[in-house]
């Protein structure tokens, strides 16, 4: 599976929690062409702010016990920027790559980390993973202006706003 057909695994994903109201957010961690663990945001149906696609499905990667050797060979695929908790969880859980659509200028940590990284982990047992943006970005922005049609004003609108 190409990089390409793996992020519109999770565009598709994103798509199925818009049609739940949800913020277009999708997150998918592969082995190789094998999906591993998937998820979206579901802070509407949760009514929690910490319910974001990584996080969920790296909890879910978490419980199946892989070793950190194996988890390095993985990669995670998000359809927008990880915030500071997400790229912090995909550190602490030894994901050796990820690759996301769109940046997220007010909270995404993937650019800030690549600048600061290095400086800063010098004697660290965690790697920066190797982070790749713009994968499949005008239908992950196509998906964002759905939500902004869909929901017409309010904080999450103004948020989406920044990112497209």
């Known amino acids: 599976m190409t990089v390409n057909e793996?992020?519109?695994l999770v565009i598709d994903l994103a798509e199925q929690a818009l049609e739940k109201n949800e913020l277009p957010i999708a997150c998918i961690i592969f082995h190789n062409d094998t999906i591993i663990t998937q998820s979206h945001t579901s802070e509407s149906k949760d009514k929690r702010l910490l319910v974001h696609a990584e996080i969920k499905a790296l909890l879910?990667?978490?419980?199946?016990r892989i070793n950190a050797k194996e988890k390095a060979q993985m990669e995670l695929f998000t359809n927008l920027e990880p915030c500071m908790m997400c790229l912090g969880a995909a550190i602490s859980s030894f994901v050796g790559k990820i690759y996301y659509s769109l940046d997220a200028p007010s909270d995404g940590a993937a650019k800030?980390?690549?600048?600061?990284?290095?400086?800063?982990?010098?004697?660290?047992?965690?790697c920066l993973p190797v982070i790749t943006s713009g994968i499949l970005e005008a239908e992950s922005k196509e998906l964002f202006r759905r939500y902004i049609d869909i929901h017409k004003g309010g904080p999450l609108v103004e948020w989406v706003k920044t990112i497209i």
Do not use: I, P
């Open 6 to 8: 793996k992020m519109k």
């Open 60 to 64: 879910e990667l978490d419980k199946k």
């Open 112 to 126: 800030w980390a690549e600048k600061t990284w290095s400086a800063h982990h010098t004697e660290s047992s965690f």
